[in-house]
């Protein structure tokens, strides 16, 4: 069993940064990928990020280019660097894993049928 906890929420202006961390119970190294989501009110949780255990990631094509997974096995720790915030990025974000060394994707993505363990989300707000 792996319990994740996630930090680093809050309240920005468009166009600021914040940084999400996941706390990790547990060793998590390569064998488990990882990944982020989110889901705004009223919508459908959707993945933002993953990363594999071999440290490959993928992006949904709203965040390219302004997010950055990564993830640090010796601190069993996820981290959500996001720049750029837009308000359209408001929303309850979630770190999410998988045991196996290579997410299980749908549509090139880490898919949350596929999600074993869950974190209670942290929120981020963006104003415009």
């Known amino acids: 069993q792996v319990t994740l906890v996630e930090n680093g929420g809050g309240s920005v202006q468009s166009g600021g940064s914040l940084r999400l961390s996941c706390a990790a119970s547990k060793y998590t190294d390569s064998r488990y990928c990882l990944g982020w989501f989110r889901q705004a009110p009223g919508k459908e949780r959707e993945t933002v990020a993953h990363?594999?255990?071999?440290?490959?990631?993928k992006y949904a094509d709203a965040v390219k280019g302004r997010f950055t997974i990564s993830r640090d096995n010796t601190k069993n720790t996820l981290y959500l660097q996001m720049n750029n915030l837009k308000a359209e990025d408001t929303a309850m974000y979630f770190c999410?894993?998988?045991?196996?060394?290579?997410?299980?994707?749908?549509?090139?993505?880490?898919?949350?049928?596929?999600?074993?363990?869950w974190g209670q989300g942290t929120q981020v707000t963006v104003s415009s």
């Open positions: 990363i594999n255990g071999d440290g490959s990631t």
């Open positions: 999410a894993a998988e045991s196996a060394a290579s997410c299980t994707v749908i549509g090139g993505l880490f898919s949350a049928a596929y999600v074993e363990y």
